[in-house]
């Protein structure tokens, strides 16, 4: 009696996931009821309130917000900066984290004193929160009392301006972010290589085959997959990347670092245009969906053929 007094009292939701789970034949049933409610919750409803809310001019429904951008400066100033920083941050984290990654696993074969040690501390930089990483690089950087500034000015080098200067504020913030994430990308190309069967190298040096050849021919083919979905990964992400330069330059000096993101935040949050703002995200996602359809299309692609 006071069982079913109970589930009258309650929503008729929680009543139905209740009986549900009661039944084991249920169960799948009401963990994707579950994941579709999340997605609909986190997702989905922002989606489209962003989307609605980028149609409002003055409690209008109209495209003045997307016309407005076809004429703002800034945006067009943070669409190109946003690009040069994919593009600069991509080509680099991807030589730096391969580069890395080789010379770990050159040494891990050789038994070099210290390889594991080294792996081990090239993690650092990625357990590090962006907060405490963005300290450290900007007293790093401090044109007066800065290490690398000191340690420049003993070869004749001072007075960069690292962060504070329209011709080097971009790509200081480039590096920092390229340091703070490389050891994903080397860890995971590390994976790579270490997947590699060893008999193709054993193979191969009974063919009387140089170290460099096996290296073209037989490493980078068969790592060339994991590459490039780290490649599309990369891309994608680096759309995004807000914290970090944030942190250390607040879009500036005269908007050289004023990315997409931080552009988004500001009409957001400073200059509480939201209307305008969510106009530009979603200019951001249709970019970040289009790069990310092509990463799909590559890995649907990738699966048809076995990965070849």
């Keep these: 009696m006071h069982t079913e007094h109970t589930k009258r009292s309650l929503p008729r939701v929680v009543v139905f996931f ?43 429904f109209s495209a003045g917000n997307y016309q ?27 030589v730096i984290g391969f580069i890395t990654a080789l010379a770990i696993d050159v040494s891990e074969k050789s038994k070099l004193r210290g390889s594991k040690l080294m792996s081990s501390l090239l993690t650092l930089p990625y357990a590090i929160p962006d907060v405490v990483g963005a300290i450290i690089w900007m007293w790093l950087l401090n044109p007066q009392q800065g290490v690398v500034n000191y340690i420049l000015s003993l070869f004749g080098i001072s007075g960069l301006r690292w962060l504070t200067n329209t011709q080097t504020a971009l790509i200081s913030v480039i590096l920092v972010s390229i340091w703070r994430l490389f050891p994903m990308h080397t860890l995971i190309i590390l994976s790579g290589f270490k997947t590699v069967p060893k008999e193709l190298y054993e193979a191969a040096e009974l063919e009387g085959t140089g170290i460099f050849k096996q290296f073209f021919y037989i490493t980078i083919p ?13 891309i994608v992400w680096s759309f995004k ?23 988004i935040y500001q009409h957001g949050f400073r200059y509480f245009n ?15 969906g289009i790069f ?8 649907k692609d990738a699966d048809l053929h076995g990965g070849e």
């Design 18 to 60: 209740h009986e549900a789970v009661r039944k084991d034949h249920h169960i799948p049933y009401v963990f994707s009821a579950a994941m579709v409610l999340l997605l609909l919750a986190l997702f989905i409803y922002p989606l489209f309130y962003a989307l609605f809310r980028s149609f409002l001019v003055d409690d209008s």
């Design 68 to 94: 407005r951008l076809f004429n703002d400066s800034a945006f067009r100033n943070s669409l190109i900066i946003t690009f040069l920083y994919v593009i600069i941050y991509t080509v680099g984290i991807m």
């Design 222 to 234: 068969f790592i060339a997959n994991i590459l490039k979905f780290l490649v599309l990964l990369t």
């Design 241 to 263: 990347r807000f914290a970090i330069t944030w942190l250390l330059t607040q879009g500036g000096p005269m908007h050289a670092t004023e990315t997409l993101p931080i552009l």
């Design 274 to 288: 939201d209307n305008y703002a969510s106009a530009i995200a979603i200019v951001l996602l249709v970019i970040v």
């Design 292 to 299: 990310s359809g092509f990463y799909m299309r590559y890995s």
